[in-house]
């Protein structure tokens, strides 16, 4: 009787290729990034965290809606992004809008999707997506079914989805990861680990030790790497790119993370279930810090070179916002028009009934 | 008699329990060290320790379970889903497998679940929150739905809940946990399942209602009493199985009928009150039953949800239609 498995939990080891200081440390799995792109994965990650910081403001003030906060995020959320081509398929989850706008999706209609519009979920032509799931691990399962329609049609392209480590204890997780696998479609799947679901810690989800080796039941590649790096995030995201369009299979990617905020900021207190001590340890590992450090030993960047980021930031951000505060108010009979392709008879008495009501 | 907020009510009614019986267990995400994210578990896991009141992993499908599992080991267990919209994760626990445990072993094992969990609109949730989905359950033979209006009733009807030997869905809506204080009981004490509640009497019009919208009612009684019209209000608190008996009660008194639920029309349990009515008490009526509810679209999108939710204005027009019939 063979007891396997401590050995298959320590096959699984963080993968990192720029440590906490800024320094490479795993020489051989440098991505190949010009100098120029080195550069814009900064710009993203600096624009992200303004764009963070103005709407957790925005929504102090009451001109946003539903807000999850991402600082802490932007290696594993832009680092896998960036290795994403204009043809995949992204499946976020609700903090996963910074992917959404990098994949194309206009700022202003991410702050509708804040404020509860449903034009915030309808994409540009060209953008292959779905709106933020809002269920935990829904999106996983619709996974497998985009990535096996990518692969009857014969495209050259991964669908690519996002879920936090409470998401993994979903029976849907299972499911999706399961059902890709058995088709061997193109998917990738990631867990951003940032160690509490709400308030619930990890070590509560899963006996297990690493989120990664669930892979090894749907029997497809599983990797965990080190999602304050965002070198060795876009690296393994590359890598399973290639792997996946070359018809080897999906795999599962559980990037460990920490978001700096609360949970959301709909009433989360995350002083409740978090130490300072915690959230210190883990701003010494911060995704921008090292990457700077690292760029501006290359002479690849300055100081002024980030205050112009920002400015820019902000000046999209102003923008955005008065764009999204003078679209169209949504109507109930703009909702009753969406429901179905032929409006039934029910819906088209509701509908006078509702047009009349909102004409006064 | 202390006043309290709904939440308050829930929590005492909680603590009452778990005192009381050391088989009531309290479980659900977040419930634990955080006090659930609306706070109703608040200090309970404090005052009883992790082995009573705990997190669970994330997935109402597995809460389910759990329960029944835990039912069978001769648990009462107190489950919460975080927001009743992740209910459908939970379907077939719920309707497929605890509330038809005791027909299918022939009497012999029983479900004692309470499921609690929040719902209900107007407080800008995203998607799958707020919906009123409280008719997807009451269509299932062998569980109770259950949803307070009042701190009072909460507390009695929760209490009473977790006591039934068969599973409850107590629901409560997220607009009343703290926009109103009510008299409560320190002491413990029960409101029988399985029975309505005439929260305002009057003889010209029967407003049959529950949840928040009893209280939508109320406000439109008020307004129509100024007008000469005296609405009774019944206030259902069980919407499945419901009080037939109340209703036509009222019925026969005001022979004017009204009813109004926030779910769509499609939806709820509106229908099967109307139907309940005419098939009992058709020549009491001197009009139709009018319903008033929300159309017939998947709950609207946050921004627009102040003119999709029914207010008291939509029940004084259906008044208003059924006294002018
Ligand atoms: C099916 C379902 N259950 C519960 C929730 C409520 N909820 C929203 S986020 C969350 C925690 C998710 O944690 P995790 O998957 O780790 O993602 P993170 O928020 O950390 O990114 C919970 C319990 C939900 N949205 N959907």
Redesign the pocket.
Known sequence: MKHVLESVESQFEMFQILNEEGKIVNEDDMPDLSDEELKELMRRMVYTRVLDQRSIALNRQGRLGFY?PTAGQEASQLGSQFALEKEDFLLP???DVPQLIWQGLPLYQAFLFSKGHFHGNQFPEGMDALSPQ?????QYVQTAGVALGIKKRGKKAVAVTY??????S?GDFYEGINFAGAYNAPAIFFV???Y???SVPVEKQSAAKTLAQKSVAAGIEGIQVDGMDVLAVYAVTKNARERAINGDGPMLIETLTY?YGP??MSGDDPTRYRTDDLNDEWEKKDPLVRFRTFLESKDLWSEEEENKVIEEAKEDIKKAIKEADKYPKQTVTDLINNMYDELPPNLQEQLEQFKEKESK | MAEMTMIQAITDAMRTELKNDENVLVYG??VGQNGGVFRATEGLQDEFGEDRVFDTP?A?SGIGGLSLGLALQGFRPVMEI??FG?VY?AMDAINGQMARIRYRSGGTQNAPVTIRAPFGGGVHTPELHADSLEGLIAQQPGIRVVIPSTPYDAKGLLISAIRNNDPVLFLEHMKLYRSFRGEVPEEEYTVELDKADVKREGNDVTIVAYGAMVHTALKAAEELEKDGVDAEVIDLRTVSPIDVDTIIESVEKTNHVVVAQEAQRQAGVAATVVSEIQERAILHLEAPVLRVTAPDTVYAFSDAEEVWLPTHKDIIEQVNKVMNY
């Open positions: 999850a989850a609700y903090r809002i269920i935990i691990g829904a879920t936090g480590d409470g998401g993994t979903q951003q680990n940032n509490f679901a709400i978001r949970h959301t | 995400e977040d994330l109402e975080q927001f992740f994760e």
